[in-house]
């Protein structure tokens, strides 16, 4: 039997965070200095469609899908994983990212408000996928290490 230990929507949050201040925030101050063509933005009240969530939303897929974290879940210790604790892939990945990088507010709301307590965002629901602890241990299985005594 596995255990999984469902991270926490705090720590969810900050890696976030990380993540858009490590990949959104450049992003952001790059596209100022696009030319006009390049530029995009759409943005009718809970939808948001611009060239950094575009950004963001392969970034997301490619990291995730690839090995369950972004650089902020990599700090925090989290990683995306199937219900039963396996690797996502890419197509998971996608559906999982979609939401957060273009439908950011209803996604989390739906969450917290329909699914109260299962710790998941809408498109975690409809990608089948679960944001957990890594909790992976210091020491390979079969090695102990002895630490001096202070």
């Known amino acids: 039997m596995v255990t999984l230990y469902l991270a926490r929507w705090e720590t969810r949050f900050w890696a976030w965070l990380i993540d858009m201040v490590l ?3 450049p992003l952001w101050a790059l596209s100022d200095r696009l030319p006009p063509s390049w530029r995009f933005t759409i943005d009718p009240g809970l939808v948001s469609i ?6 963001l939303f392969l ?3 490619l990291l995730e899908g690839y090995r369950g974290q972004s650089i902020g ?3 925090l210790k989290i990683r995306v994983a199937g219900r039963a604790g396996e690797e996502i892939g890419f197509a998971a990945a996608a559906i999982e990212s979609f939401g957060k990088a273009f439908l950011l507010i209803p996604d ?3 969450g917290w408000l ?9 498109f975690n629901r409809i990608s089948r996928t679960v944001v957990i602890e890594t909790r992976e241990s210091e020491e390979p299985e079969g090695v ?3 630490k001096p005594e202070d």
């Open 108 to 110: 989390c709301l739906i």
């Open 50 to 55: 611009s060239l950094s969530s575009v950004v």
């Open 23 to 25: 990949v959104g925030l």
């Open 73 to 75: 879940k990599m700090a």
């Open 144 to 146: 102990t290490y002895v």
């Open 59 to 61: 970034y997301w897929t």
């Open 114 to 122: 329909a699914m109260p307590g299962s710790k998941q965002r809408l």
